[in-house]
C-alpha cells in the first residue's frame, strides 16, 4: 500500500492565485514528520516546509502553508500568491520509525505549472 | 562549495559495466541515503547508513550495494548496470533532529546515469 499519495500529477494555477497541493500519508507510528520538497527543472531538491505529528497548529513558512488534517491523515501544501519561479514538481514526504530507524518515504510528486 | 556533493554529476555507461556513484558532505551528519528519481515514480530509497557501522536496505536495493568509507563518504555502485538502472540519483544527509532540529533531509545536486 501506498505510504503517501498524492493524487494531483499534474495542476496549472494563474499567476497571483493561490492553490492546493495534495498529500496523504498513512502510517500507524504515533510520531512521525511531514516534509514538502520543491524540484525546479534544473533538478536540486529544495526542502519547502515542515510538520510534525504532535504539532498543534498548521506550519506556515511564507507563502508556504500546510492544511494538516491528522484525522484525515492528509497534510496539503497550499502556495499563496503564486509566482512563475513556482513552476516545479513538488514532492511530498513522510519520515516515519520503522524498525527503530528513521526512513523518509516520497511521494510520487505534483508537478505545478504557473501561468502568466 | 555544496553541502552535499555527488559525482559524477552525469554518467553514461554500458550495459554490464560496473559504475560507481560517490557521495561526500560537510555537514556533519551521521545518516546518509541513497535515492533514484524516475518519471512518474517519486524518490524511491536505495540503502540508507546512519552511521559507518550501519548500512540498511531501502525499497529497491536489488542490484546496488553500497559503502560508507567514512562518516561523510557513502558510495553506491552498480556492479553489472542495466538499461532500467537509468536514473537520476540522489544522495541525501540527515541529523536526527530533536533540540529543535526537525531533522529535513539535505540533497546533492544529483547524478545522472544512463545504461546503454
Known amino acids: 500500500a501506498q505510504k503517501i499519495t498524492q493524487t494531483q500529477p499534474g495542476m496549472f494555477v494563474q499567476e497571483k492565485e493561490a492553490v492546493t497541493l495534495d498529500c496523504t500519508y498513512d502510517t500507524s507510528d504515533p510520531s512521525y514528520g511531514l516534509f514538502w520538497y520543491k524540484q525546479p527543472s534544473s533538478g536540486e531538491m529544495i526542502f519547502l516546509i515542515y510538520q510534525g505529528s504532535y504539532d498543534q497548529q498548521n506550519a506556515t513558512e511564507g507563502r508556504y502553508s500546510l492544511n494538516f488534517q491528522k484525522a484525515r491523515k492528509s497534510d496539503n501544501l497550499v502556495i499563496s500568491a503564486s509566482q512563475l519561479g513556482d513552476s516545479a514538481m513538488y514532492f511530498c514526504?513522510?519520515?516515519?520509525?520503522?524498525?527503530?530507524?528513521?526512513?523518509?518515504?516520497f511521494g510520487t510528486g505534483t508537478r505545478l505549472k504557473v501561468l502568466a | 562549495d555544496a553541502d552535499v556533493t555527488q559525482t559524477p554529476r552525469n554518467r553514461i555507461t554500458k550495459t554490464g559495466k560496473r559504475i560507481m556513484l560517490e557521495c561526500s558532505q560537510t555537514?556533519?551528519?551521521?545518516?546518509m541515503y541513497w535515492y533514484r528519481q524516475d518519471p512518474g515514480l517519486g524518490l524511491q530509497l536505495i540503502y540508507y547508513s546512519f552511521d559507518v557501522k550501519d548500512i540498511n536496505k531501502g525499497e529497491i536495493s536489488d542490484g546496488y550495494s553500497v559503502s560508507r568509507q567514512a562518516q561523510a563518504k557513502f558510495s553506491l555502485s552498480l556492479e553489472s548496470a542495466i538499461p532500467n538502472q537509468t536514473a537520476l540519483y540522489f544522495c541525501?544527509?540527515?541529523?536526527?533532529?530533536?533540540?529543535?532540529?526537525?531533522?529535513?533531509?539535505?540533497f546533492g545536486e544529483g547524478s545522472r546515469l544512463t545504461v546503454l
Open positions: 514526504a513522510m519520515r516515519e520509525v520503522t524498525s527503530g530507524t528513521y526512513k523518509y518515504i
Open positions: 555537514k556533519g551528519h551521521d545518516r
Open positions: 541525501a544527509t540527515s541529523d536526527s533532529g530533536g533540540q529543535g532540529r526537525i531533522g529535513e533531509l539535505f
